[in-house]
């Protein structure tokens, strides 16, 4: 596994850190991954999402065993299922904590060694891609990442960077709109009044810092010369349940429900995350593009 230097969340004079958020105020998920693993993927929620994805990404990805970029890749499930299907992947995050579980969950899911499979780790965040990891790849996914960065605008320009003419990036964001929709359900109404809807990263708390909303993805991506080619709500209905699925039947059924209208107008709008396929056209048609950060 690779460690270049990165920058280290803020220190206070006696070495404790003062704030969890690294020096460019994102959040590294060190200190996070239990409680991640635990209340999501631990959850009907993070198997509703691994389901829904395993049926979409060959629904909205033209996938011909490419090698894959994998950004903030967290536990690695999503290396896990492009690595059984037989693409080399390379795992990036910028905390330690999470490679550590990803190496864990990547050997217990495929059957031979990591290094076989062409399956790496590297230790980075993803600014520092370009001089790293420069590609230009066909492939590259970030899924619930922009979020919990201070300046996900950028960061789409340096992911589109690094695309090749012709490649695909998977996008998926946490929405906004979705939390304002759920805060409101929930009662918590002086919140969606002032629309606080972000979290502050400084505690352990799962509310990103940087909730996303489709216009604002729209927007970003013209600006930085890619085309959206498909999206997707992920849990448009599961979030708002009153009771949770009592059975596995009824958890069928709900997928099903989900995977009918996760494209649909206008229920994809308020999935918890909008995933999307975003593309860098072969040749570019805008003025617009902005360089990548
Ligand atoms: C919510 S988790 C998502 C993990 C995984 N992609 C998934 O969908 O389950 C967010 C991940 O982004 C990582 N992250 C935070 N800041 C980052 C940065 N600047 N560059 C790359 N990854 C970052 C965190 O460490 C964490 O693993």
């Not at 994102?26 to 691994?50: E, T």
């Not at 967290?74 to 080399?88: K, P």
Request: with cysteine.
């Amino acid at each position: 596994m690779s460690k270049p230097s990165r920058p280290a969340a803020t220190a206070r004079p006696g070495g404790a850190p003062a704030s969890p958020l690294s020096a460019r105020g994102d959040r590294h998920f060190d200190g996070l991954a239990d409680k991640f693993a635990g209340s999501l993927y631990g959850a009907s929620r993070g198997a509703l999402r691994l389901a829904l994805l395993d049926r979409l990404l060959p629904e909205m990805l033209e996938l011909d065993g490419q090698p894959l970029l994998d950004v903030g890749g967290g536990l690695g499930q999503l290396a896990a299922w492009f690595a059984s299907r037989g693409h080399r992947v390379t795992l990036v995050d910028p905390s330690a904590e999470m490679l550590a579980r990803a190496e864990t969950h990547l050997a217990e899911h495929l059957s031979e060694p990591l290094a076989e499979r062409q399956v790496s780790l590297l230790h980075a965040p993803l600014q520092e891609l370009p001089s790293l990891a420069p590609g230009p790849w066909r492939l590259i996914a970030c899924h619930a990442v922009l979020e919990w960065l201070a300046d996900p605008r950028g960061a789409m320009a340096t992911l589109a960077g690094l695309l090749a003419p012709g490649g695909q990036l998977s996008l998926m964001v946490f929405n906004r709109d979705a939390l304002r929709f759920s805060n409101v359900v929930k009662g918590n109404l002086e919140k969606a009044m002032a629309d606080r809807l972000e979290g502050t990263g400084q505690r352990q708390r799962l509310t990103p810092i940087s909730p996303l909303t489709h216009a604002q993805v729209e927007a970003w991506s013209q600006a930085c010369g890619l085309e959206i080619r498909e999206v997707a709500g992920i849990r448009v209905f599961h979030d708002y349940l009153r009771t949770p699925p009592a059975d596995e039947r009824e958890q069928a059924r709900l997928l099903e429900l989900e995977h009918r209208y996760c494209r649909v107008d206008p229920h994809w709008r308020l999935g918890r995350y909008l995933l999307y396929t975003l593309e860098r056209p072969l040749s570019p048609s805008s003025s617009t593009q902005e360089s990548p950060a």
